[in-house]
T-cell receptor, first 113, second 115 residues
Framework: AQSVTQPDIHITVSEGASLELRCNYS??????LFWYVQSPGQGLQLLLK??????LVQGIKGFEAEFKRSQSSFNLRKPSVHWSDAAEYFC???????????FGAGTRLFVKA | SAVISQKPSRDICQRGTSLTIQCQVD?????MFWYRQQPGQSLTLIAT?????????ESGFVIDKFPISRPNLTFSTLTVSNMSPEDSSIYLC????????????FGPGTRLTVL
């Protein structure tokens, strides 16, 4: 069955520190992978996506993610976190056409001064 | 990308009433979806809104409770009928745009509280 696992319900990092949010997926075919961010009271904003090619993907707001097929992972990273990055982050897996996108449970990021 | 708007942004409703949520997009759209996000939870797909025909509902969601219309390519409505406190959630529309066929873009959401 198709699934997305985000092992960390919440993470706290200090402002300026590096960040890595974990995402593991189970998918029968070549996955289309996404990271979205949801600020409090807002909708979801697309950070980045991976379909094929270079396994290191650059996104908006200084985020990047690396696709590792052998580990079925698509972890999100940022070298230096800003207080404005505090939000909920969702990993998602889909297929062509945008159908049946499956979302992980989300990881809430807290940033301390 | 595109500008996706939802109305209302939030509402507080009484038990037993209905609320209609609108989703409007300013670009050409191929697919439109409606999601529910219960408090502290991830997103659950309610249905795919089909232009000019009945929506395609996911397991656990029925047309009588969540009637959906999509009269044209860029506009859709979701009605939450006969509401109960368990319907308190954020409701989000998402779209797939022409030119980016594999990516969903989300509206800002409608925060519904049912008393």
């Amino acid at each position: 069955a198709q699934s997305v696992t985000q092992p960390d319900i919440h993470i706290t990092v200090s402002e300026g520190a590096s960040l890595e949010l974990r995402c593991n997926y189970s998918y029968g075919a070549t996955p289309y992978l996404f990271w979205y961010v949801q600020s409090p009271g807002q909708g979801l904003q697309l950070l980045l996506k991976y379909f094929s090619g270079d396994t290191l993907v650059q996104g908006i707001k200084g985020f990047e993610a690396e696709f590792k097929r052998s580990q079925s992972s698509f972890n999100l990273r940022k070298p230096s976190v800003h207080w404005s990055d505090a939000a909920e982050y969702f990993c998602a897996v889909g297929n062509t056409g945008g159908f049946k996108t499956i979302f992980g449970a989300g990881t809430r990021l807290f940033v301390k001064a | 990308s595109a500008v996706i708007s939802q109305k209302p942004s939030r509402d507080i409703c009484q038990r037993g009433t209905s609320l209609t949520i609108q989703c409007q997009v300013d670009s050409q759209v191929t697919m439109m979806f409606w999601y529910r996000q219960q408090p502290g939870q991830s997103l659950t797909l309610i249905a795919t809104a089909n232009q000019g025909s009945e929506a395609t509902y996911e397991s656990g969601f029925v047309i009588d409770k969540f009637p959906i219309s999509r009269p044209n390519l860029t506009f859709s409505t979701l009605t939450v009928s006969n509401m109960s406190p368990e319907d308190s959630s954020i409701y989000l529309c998402s779209v797939v745009l022409q030119g980016t066929p594999d990516t969903q873009y989300f509206g800002p959401g409608t925060r519904l509280t049912v008393l």
